[in-house]
């Protein structure tokens, strides 16, 4: 869809298109009896005239009503001649069009898109990336080897384009030209070389597509991923939801084939005994390898644990797909938490709870704990599809035990009574299981089912008979009155099994009702001609059983009901019938078997084991088509077992170490270091686990963002790779740390490409160092730097663990850096960005590039205005006399650096003091965190108290919930910043701004038109205005019609550029560039009404 939706951009194309259809059917009048057609004709003609047309208006109208024809599901394909003529047009609306339709139809009409094949490859050079990639469809349409050179020419240029869109239609080419023609062993090398290329691509627009690309042309080259393993891991929350779903599934393959099973621990705990005949060290051995505790790799876990926040999106294929992961993959003790997301899915609509259920009928087979708590959840609806009833029935028959029988035998009995009689025949199948499986109720429900016998409705009778006759089976001795009961209904039932089910619990019970039985065999020889073949064959049988255990009575009863078999019309009966005289009836030609007849016959049988439907799906991966219809479809691609033992993890390891060090701009030599590291292996390894948990947090709040904002694919692509390689604790990041302690505490600041800065600014004072590190860095780096060198690795850890307790409690101390008053000085005050860590892709991508030895210098300043505005908290009426207000002071944090700083103001307005006022328990989204102010012991009547807060809010505008409590109450409250709130203000030069903006366009660039008095466009009144929304720092400008703003993100510290163009009269143009799309376009939407205001 997305592919598509570029024509309708800036026109509404589906809308007029139709109306336009709608007035040429209407404006052509039919004409006799052939007046359909004829309008037809004529409509396309109109079409055909228009797009020979030399006025662009009327070619653009043409294609937007063959678009709407399109869209109709209306055939145009006999206006590809015409259409394919205007693919060279110079008007880029036109050209959109054109695309769209020739991506329809080119497949049909190969002949003539061949023609136009030198236009395409003319496209492919186009400066607009809409049309490069619909280029690129467009080749890939045109299914014909001849083209295949030049199609693997065009996507090998496509994945190296500087558009991620354009990289994605790559992906997707590579993917049509793999299925639709036939490649030889070196076109295919050449692919898999291009999707090699693209899986490095840290756009996470292009990732899913790759991937799907990978799956289709070479799902058995794993070694491509080992690489990009990490990187997929944390690209993972950002990408388009259809690519989540092909990345999770291959990752779950991946998976399977690189770590050992985290299952081990429970079998272990199984195989205790020791084996009799082992000797002494076999045992020895045994008890060795059992106590060996299993590890789970840090991969594994990267894995599990950024899938989790997607258990909360909102398409249900990725929740599925998050599901099946954690059920093949995660130990059984976690598998737990997918329960919740999956029974969330049962609100969707029909289709999606029937793949949904078979998926939980499957899994509650194996662990009925799972979806215990549930159970009310599977409770039928009337208004469900039989197919979902039938479901839920399988459902609660596998979580059925003896603690909830008794609710569910209640709720079955609701169930019989259904209108809907293929379900009540279920119903009763399924108690008949619940009475096999649980014996403690069996004699319940097999009362149950006689009294069933009784009802109005032959199908309930008849499916009762069915199950009695196999609950029966399994303890004949005590029920003869039950068989006597079911003999009589042979004169009433009429459904064929049924009849036939009584029959042979006569035969097989005849000797426990020896004068019911012959009566009953003398009433079937009357009606044997007019029976069901299945009721003659268990007729025939009867009277066997009969003429061997009371001959005397049945002997000739039995012969004539074998002579009606002898001429039936079926063959089957005619053959059972010959069968039975030559065994029961012995004369000189019988054999040897005629004395083991009544052996034969009346062999004890075994009882009927009643199972799940779904037993032996479970070889199937879940969520897959082969698991739905429980065979092997088409390109299913199975499940490897668990290795024994792991292979190596090494070959995910990236190297940057080298590579970094060849990135070092001119001038800037670095001093080599001969002396050995400090850090030993085994500690590199702890630090990269350590960091690699800051992960979660991050990926859970963007997880909890995209959800909120309902953020798009091509948004979210943008900013992912800069939040991602700066934020998931890779061990570039610890590397280049390490780099900067040892060259005399010089600091980098990046300069951004595709969403990474990557400039270098060198610290030459200790004062300054201490500054910038109280912003960007926390006290603990601080300190750990000046200490020795001889300090222990252990100290180092523990100091870190404690020093934002020390942070608070003691406020004076030296250390710590945050709370220095200079950040409080008017003067602005020099920091530099975050530097994120370094991904080997990105160094490719930066290698031979020529970088200034002068590096621009962005500055955190100090706010140019601090609106008082407050906001309420709690209302005195709602808290029970404790009002508290709370507003932003614009200040940095002194909690977190990642903190947006918050003051509440608490008034006592009752006459009696308050106790113990503090913060309660906290309902936060994912990733969002707090620093709670210090309980306040008393406040007295009508007094007041000031407190500070720090919130992150993960750059979203998500509420912050919990609780404002006192000694005898809690009240729930909440805190929602406003998006100008979630910035901190820059003070950068116009040349840097320009730089900035240049680099932050396309997709990360949002604008619209305001119109205003022209007194409200004077430089203070739009300052006054900016600054009240945002907390944005004033860029100097050299043009009096252009203001600039420029702030960064407290969380992420993404830039935030803001623009107000003076245009003539009374009209303004606002631009904002951000990597945060979605602030971006939130701050335009609350600027846009204040600028336009009075």
């Excluded at 600041?749 to 990557?758: A, I, Q, R, V």
């Excluded at 209302?875 to 700083?901: E, T, W």
Aim: glycine share 4%; hydrophobic share 35%.
């Amino acid at each position: 869809m997305s592919s598509n939706s570029f024509a309708y951009n800036e026109q509404s194309g589906g809308g007029e298109a139709t109306e336009l259809g709608q007035e040429a059917t209407s404006a052509i009048a039919p004409s006799g009896a052939f007046g359909l057609f004829s309008s037809d004709l004529k409509k396309n003609e109109d079409l055909k005239q228009m797009l020979e047309s030399n006025k662009d208006s009327a070619k653009l109208d043409a294609m937007k009503r063959i678009v709407g024809m399109i869209a109709k599901g209306k055939n145009a394909s006999e206006l590809f001649p015409a259409v394919v003529k205007n693919v060279a047009s110079k008007n880029i609306e036109i050209k959109k069009l054109v695309y769209v339709y020739l991506v329809r139809y080119a497949e049909e009409q190969q002949d003539l898109a061949l023609l136009s094949i030198s236009t395409f490859q003319r496209a492919l050079k186009d400066p607009n990336q809409l049309i490069r990639a619909s280029a690129l469809r467009v080749l890939s349409s045109i299914r014909v080897p001849i083209i295949v050179p030049i199609m693997m020419l065009a996507i090998k240029e496509a994945s190296a384009d500087l558009s991620p869109y354009v990289r994605k239609n790559a992906a997707h080419a590579i993917r049509s030209v793999q299925v639709d023609v036939f490649l030889d062993p070196e076109q295919k090398e050449m692919l898999i070389e291009v999707i090699e290329k693209l899986l490095k691509d840290k756009s996470t627009l292009v990732a899913g597509s790759v991937v799907m690309a990978f799956e289709e042309v070479c799902p058995d080259r794993i070694d491509l991923i080992h690489k990009n393993y990490r990187k997929l891991c944390n690209l993972l929350v950002d990408v388009e939801e259809w690519g989540q779903v092909v990345i999770i599934h291959m990752l779950t393959r991946y998976a399977r084939t690189q770590f050992v099973s985290p299952w081990k621990e429970d079998d272990c705990l199984e195989e205790s005994e020791k084996d009799f005949y082992d000797s002494d060290e076999e045992q020895k051995e045994k008890t060795d390898k059992r106590k060996k505790p299993y590890a789970m790799d840090p991969d594994h876990r990267l894995l599990i644990r950024n899938t989790k926040p997607l258990l909360q999106s909102r398409n249900a294929a990725v929740v599925m797909a998050v599901a099946q992961l954690y059920w093949h993959l995660s130990p059984k003790s976690e598998a737990g938490i997918i329960s919740k997301s999956l029974v969330r899915l049962l609100r969707s609509n029909r289709e999606v709870q029937y793949i949904v259920l078979q998926n939980i009928a499957t899994m509650s087979i194996q662990r009925k704990g799972m979806f215990e708590p549930y159970l009310k959840s599977f409770y039928v609806r009337s208004t469900d599809p039989t197919m979902i009833k039938t479901l839920k029935l399988e459902i609660l028959t596998n979580l059925a035990n003896e603690a909830n029988i008794s609710t569910l035998l209640r709720e079955f009995q609701t169930y019989v009574k259904s209108q809907d009689k293929q379900f009540a025949a279920a119903t009763i199948q399924t108690i008949g299981r619940c009475a096999t499986n649980i014996s403690e109720v069996t004699d319940t429900c097999l009362n149950g089912l006689v009294c069933l016998l009784s009802n109005r409705d032959e199908i309930v009778v008849a499916e009762s008979v069915v199950v009695i006759k196999k609950l029966l089976q399994m303890q004949p001795v005590q029920h003869g009155e039950i068989i006597k009961h079911m003999a009589k209904l042979l004169d009433s039932i009429t459904v064929p099994v049924a009849r036939a089910s009584i029959l042979w619990l006569i035969g097989e019970n005849c000797e426990r009702v020896p004068k019911i039985a012959p009566d009953v065999l003398r009433k079937m020889a009357k009606s044997f001609t007019s029976e069901d073949d299945l009721v003659k064959l268990q007729i025939l049988n009867l009277g066997a059983k009969l003429y061997l255990t009371n001959s005397r009575q049945t002997k000739l009863l039995t012969q004539y009901i074998l002579n009606l078999g002898k001429y039936d019309q079926n063959y089957d009966i005619r053959d059972r019938t010959r069968f039975i005289r030559q065994l029961i009836v012995p004369n000189e030609k019988s054999g040897a078997l005629s004395k083991y007849a009544k052996k034969i016959f009346l062999a004890q049988k075994p009882a009927p084991l009643l199972e799940s439907p779904f037993k032996d799906r479970d070889r199937f991966q879940l969520g897959t088509l082969s698991h739905t219809l429980n065979i092997k479809a088409t390109g299913y691609l199975e499940l490897s077992n668990w290795p024994e033992e792991a292979p190596d993890p090494s070959v995910r390891n990236v190297e940057v170490i080298e590579l970094a060090k060849e990135w070092t701009p001119a001038g800037k030599a670095k001093k080599e270091n001969p002396a050995k590291n400090f850090y030993s292996e085994s500690e590199e390894e702890e630090d990269s686990s350590d960091s690699n948990s800051d992960s979660e947090s991050e990926s859970g709040s963007k997880s909890g963002e995209q959800g909120e904002e309902g953020d798009s694919s091509d948004d979210s692509s943008k900013d992912s790779s800069s939040e991602h390689e700066s934020e998931s604790g890779s061990e570039s990041e610890i590397e280049n740390k390490r780099t900067a302690k040892r060259n005399s505490k010089t600091k980098g600041k990046s300069d951004y490409e595709d969403g990474e800065k990557e400039n270098e600014i060198s610290k030459s004072s200790d004062s300054s160092h201490a500054e910038s590190s109280s912003i960007e860095e926390s006290s603990s780096d601080s300190e750990s730097e000046s200490d020795s060198e001889s300090e222990s690795e252990s100290r180092k850890v523990t100091k870190e663990k404690g020093e934002k307790t020390r942070q608070y409690r003691n406020p004076l101390t030296k250390d710590v850096s945050l709370l220095d008053l200079d950040d409080f000085n008017p003067v602005s005050t020099p920091v530099a960005v975050p530097t994120p860590a370094l991904s080997p892709s990105l160094i490719a991508d930066l290698e031979g590039l020529n970088l200034s030895t002068s590096s621009s210098v962005i500055n955190v300043s100090t706010p140019v205005f601090v609106p008082m505005k407050t906001h309420v908290l709690l209302h005195r009426m709602s808290g029970k006399g404790l009002a508290a207000h709370y507003f932003f002071p614009r200040q940095p944090c002194i909690f977190g650096d990642k903190m947006v700083s918050v003051q509440i103001t608490l008034n006592n307005s009752t006459d009696q003091k308050i106790e113990n006022i503090h913060i309660g328990g906290k309902k936060l989204p994912v990733g969002m965190q707090m620093h709670v102010f210090n309980p306040i012991e008393s406040l007295e009547p009508e007094g007041s108290i000031t407190v500070s807060m720090g919130i992150d809010f993960c750059d979203s505008t998500q509420t912050a919930n919990f609780q404002l409590c006192t000694k005898d109450d809690c009240f729930n409250v909440n805190i929602q910043p406003p998006v100008g709130e979630l910035l901190l203000p820059v003070a950068m030069s116009e040349k840097d701004f320009k730089k900035e903006q240049g680099m932050l366009t396309g997709m990360n660039e949002t604008s619209t038109m305001i119109i205003a008095a022209p007194q409200n466009f004077t430089s203070p009144v739009i300052l006054q205005k900016v600054a009240n929304v945002a907390n944005v720092g004033v860029v100097p400008s050299g043009q009096d019609n252009i203001h600039r703003f420029a702030a960064k993100t407290v969380h992420s510290g993404s830039l935030m550029l803001v623009t107000v163009e003076l245009k003539e009269g009374s009209t303004a143009q606002l631009i904002i560039n951000t990597e945060k799309t979605v602030i971006g376009s939130v701050l335009l939407r609350e600027l846009k009404p204040v600028l336009s205001q009075g």
